[in-house]
């Protein structure tokens, strides 16, 4: 059985909104920061594995709109930075980099040493490493044919995407705590205390303005005018032979026009900001849910065991490592815990699922907003790049 692109888009909006219910119920999912899509978005997977663990029948959704929704959500946060904000975060931009490299090696050899300890083939725990937790699902179906064709591991594909999965779900949990721990543990100033402190008669913020069709049009207009001229820059690149991904080419289209057409023309910005954010929550939340609620659990199942323990271990040193080097190498204030909730997203998970740890702790203690700027940037282009020489490096040690 599969439901249609129109029907699961709606089916996505029932569930986000159960997510949100449950966590206003659940003081724990609350505390702990746990984004609404993941609340109910796993649920719903998991009751979908019961279904065909009884009957065997299988349930799946027509993910196409999800696919465009990550798009809007990435030119959204392109059309909300200014080049004062990107060059104001620079040198944390090039720190955060040179840090998740060196991740990345530390998690291959999490990986490459719980293979062995299991008796599996290094490579096995290689899978289990930057190809499939920092890589994602994309870099894990693009490198199996190697591991398969030239080192002899068949079901190569099979484990990169079992990996995948587990650790996005791993990813989407621990964002929320890490944070949390953080900013409590230093006794961090959010930005909500910091206006508090402030005396009043300050300037009215931007985001107070009040949002009218009017305004959401405008966003909407914007937004895809970013996205088809991030569709061209795609081509582009592809042309020259780059792989860099079409919703990096959106958020680039944007960061380039909301920072030329204001000059250029008389308009004060592109996007009202509260417009802006209102279509940027309802993306992020609608692609996480549908993400999240089309996990076929039952196709991972025979390689559960041998995968549990390597993620178990990827999730203690990224948790670590999150903690006790992200957090201090960031700056060791507010905006570096909701880095790190971003970190526990990327090193696990994927890019939405990052931005999406990074919004509920935004929405809980206030915004970051250099942190939605560094972490996509590193996340969705220097990962990808630096990624693919590191899994090369290794297939030559090991291979």
């Excluded at 663990?53 to 959500?73: C, K, M, P, V």
């Excluded at 303005?209 to 061209?232: D, H, I, K, R």
């Excluded at 020259?240 to 959106?250: E, K, Q, T, Y």
Aim: charge should be neutral; charged fraction near 10%; glycine fraction near 10%.
């Amino acid at each position: 059985m599969q439901f249609e692109s129109f029907a699961t888009f709606n089916i996505a909006i029932v569930v986000l909104a159960i997510g949100r219910w449950l966590n206003r119920k659940v003081g724990f999912l609350r505390e702990f920061n746990i984004p609404e899509p993941v609340t109910s978005g796993l649920l719903v997977c998991l009751l979908l594995a019961l279904v065909h663990a009884i009957n065997g029948t299988e349930i799946s959704f027509n993910l196409q709109t999800r696919d465009f929704l990550l798009l809007y959500f990435f030119a959204a946060i392109g059309l909300n930075a200014d080049i004062k904000t990107l060059l104001s975060g620079g040198w944390p931009l090039l720190i955060l980099v040179g840090t998740t490299v060196g991740y990345m090696i530390l998690q291959n050899l999490t990986g490459i040493g719980m293979a062995a300890l299991l008796g599996l083939n290094p490579l096995v725990g290689l899978l289990g490493g930057s190809v499939s937790l920092l890589g994602g699902h994309g870099t894990a179906i693009a490198w199996a044919p190697r591991f398969a064709e030239s080192h002899g591991i068949s079901n190569a594909l099979e484990i990169g995407i079992a990996c995948a999965t587990f650790g996005l779900v791993l990813a989407s949990l621990m964002g929320g705590p890490i944070a949390r721990i953080l900013i409590r543990r230093h006794r961090l100033k959010t930005p909500q205390a910091a206006a508090m402190a402030e005396p009043e008669g300050g300037t009215p913020d931007r985001e107070q303005e009040a949002v009218t069709y009017f305004s959401l049009l405008g966003t909407l207009f914007w937004l895809n005018v970013s996205l088809g001229l991030g569709e061209v820059l795609h081509e582009v690149l592809k042309a020259a032979g780059s792989n860099l991904p079409l919703f990096v080419c959106c958020l680039f289209a944007a960061i380039f026009l909301t920072n030329t057409v204001p000059r250029l023309l008389p308009i004060r910005c592109l996007a009202a900001p509260r417009s802006l954010a209102i279509v940027s929550d309802i993306a992020l939340g609608i692609f996480l849910t549908m993400s999240l609620m089309s996990l076929q659990l039952w196709t991972i199942a025979s390689l559960a065991g041998p995968i549990l323990a390597i993620l178990a271990a990827q999730f203690v040193v990224s948790f670590l490592f999150a903690l006790f080097v992200v957090f201090k190498v960031m700056g060791r204030d507010y905006e570096a815990a909701v880095i790190c909730a971003g970190f526990g997203g990327i090193s696990l998970g994927a890019t939405p699922t990052a931005m999406a740890n990074m919004s509920a702790v935004a929405q809980t203690y206030g915004p970051a907003h250099r942190a939605f700027i560094i972490v996509p940037l590193v996340s969705g282009f220097f990962v990808d790049i630096s990624n693919a020489v590191v899994i090369q490096r290794f297939l030559n040690w090991f291979g």
